[in-house]
């Protein structure tokens, strides 16, 4: 059997399609997962591996946790869910809500939840704009967002993402029209760009506060404070996707407290439940969420409502995944885990050629090697000497291990990517 237009044979494969793959580049040597414990995977071929990455991003508290299965056993044997967004609700995620607003880095906030990071994208990019349309400005729709940025891949999340790859094929150079994209670090970038589409134009600016997929590109100093100034002036509303660095990644909760802004609408997921259950939502400040609120039958409906939305498994496992956030002082660790790395990083770029660049922000580091080396196949040795790391853009190395993870097991980490980099270059 052939393709319609591409020589050469389909190759058969597993089911389950590898959807952000080149496809051929990964069948037959698939890793696949079946069990994890701690700050450690094991695959079906018998490897034990350190998980270096915390799958993406998302294994804060590490894998097999006995508490969280329990969490979600005990609730799904009282109810599994039940719809939230109407005259219905579910106590699970009602008491979550209210527990995530006593952490919440928007003060007062309205928490909308739902399935993942890209629906929470979604739902913020549609209140941003819907903020504007009830005070009837409906010209102000654009969505600025930063050149390599990664928001998910639904609607919006892929129109407003700096990693162009990921829009071809659709047809259209932006699925949601009105987005513009701005240079990396460039806060004078982004007040020009506001003067030349106009403020009357903008509802949003967006941006991870680091960068993660794009590379592991923490702020440069004063840039977040920067960007906030231009929306404060120009009455547009910062959104900040805390997608990777919410809940703790950082070494305080959120991001928005160690740069010291205040967004309008912060996105959240991964961290959240740690993987343990899918779940992301947004917290919303009052400036946006009022006007639903208001007592008159004139009030508008913001018509957002999934099936999953407060998900009460979902809930429950956050909430007890919430719990030993605090229990095991898992937020300032990461305070010392990030001098940990910190200091192995700059070790390895002194002693290495072949390392260009080392970024640490947080408990989250990246490695870019010199151009000539590839990353994948520095990741693909690493999975040799039995650690995870993965390729980002830009030749760069993913590092944001559990934060159960050992001071040691850190050591041992950086170790073995020199040992890799010096292999492969
Ligand atoms: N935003 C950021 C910053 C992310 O890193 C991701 C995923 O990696 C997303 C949004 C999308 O989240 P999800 O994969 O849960 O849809």
Aim: glycine share 10%; net charge negative.
């Amino acid at each position: 059997m052939t393709s319609n237009d591409i020589p050469g044979a389909v190759i058969a494969g597993p089911a389950l399609w590898p959807a952000q793959a080149h496809v051929p580049s990964v069948l037959g040597r698939q890793l696949v997962i079946d069990r994890g414990e701690g700050s450690f995977v094991h695959t079906t071929d018998g490897r034990r591996l350190y998980d270096g990455t915390a799958g993406l991003w998302h294994a804060n508290v590490g894998h097999g946790r006995p508490e969280l299965a329990q969490a979600a056993y005990d609730q799904m044997m009282r109810l599994e869910t039940y719809h939230t967004f109407a005259r219905f609700s579910n106590d699970r995620a009602m008491e979550l809500a209210e527990r995530l607003a006593g952490i919440s880095p928007v003060p007062d906030p309205k928490i909308i939840l739902n399935s993942g990071g890209s629906d929470a994208i979604d739902v913020a990019c549609k209140l941003a704009r819907r903020h504007w349309q009830r005070e009837g400005r409906e010209g102000k729709k654009t969505i600025i967002s930063r050149e390599f940025a990664y928001h998910g891949l639904h609607a919006f999340g892929t129109s407003i993402a700096g990693l162009d790859f990921n829009r071809e094929g659709y047809g259209s150079a932006s699925l949601v029209p009105e987005t513009v994209r701005v240079p990396l670090h460039d806060a004078d970038a982004v007040a020009r760009t506001v003067a030349e589409v106009g403020a009357e134009n903008i509802a949003a600016i967006i941006t991870e506060p680091i960068q993660g997929t794009g590379g592991v590109n923490p702020p440069e100093d004063g840039y977040l404070e920067a960007v906030q100034r231009i929306c404060r002036e120009n009455d547009i509303l910062l959104i900040l996707d805390e997608v990777i660095t919410g809940f703790g990644r950082v070494g305080s909760m959120f991001a928005a407290e160690r740069y010291g802004v205040s967004p309008d609408l912060v996105t959240f997921a991964k961290g959240v439940t740690s993987g343990y259950a899918p779940l992301g939502g947004v917290f919303v400040s009052p400036r946006i969420w009022q006007a639903f609120y208001v007592d008159s039958p004139d009030t508008p409906v913001l018509r957002h409502g999934a099936t999953y939305a407060g998900h009460a498994t979902a809930a429950a496992v956050a909430l007890r995944h919430l719990d030993i956030l605090d229990d095991e002082k898992l937020v300032p660790r990461v305070a010392e885990l990030e001098t940990v790395l910190r200091t192995q990083l700059d070790g390895l770029a002194e002693r290495v050629d072949a390392v260009a660049d080392v970024r640490v922000g947080g408990f989250l580091g990246g490695v870019t090697l010199a151009e000539g080396l590839a990353a994948d196949k520095v990741t693909d040795r690493l999975v040799d000497l039995g650690f995870i790391s993965r390729p980002l853009r830009g030749g760069t190395l993913q590092i944001s291990p559990p934060f159960i993870t050992t001071d040691d097991e850190v050591v041992a980490f950086v170790a073995a990517i020199e040992q890799a980099v010096v292999d492969e270059a």
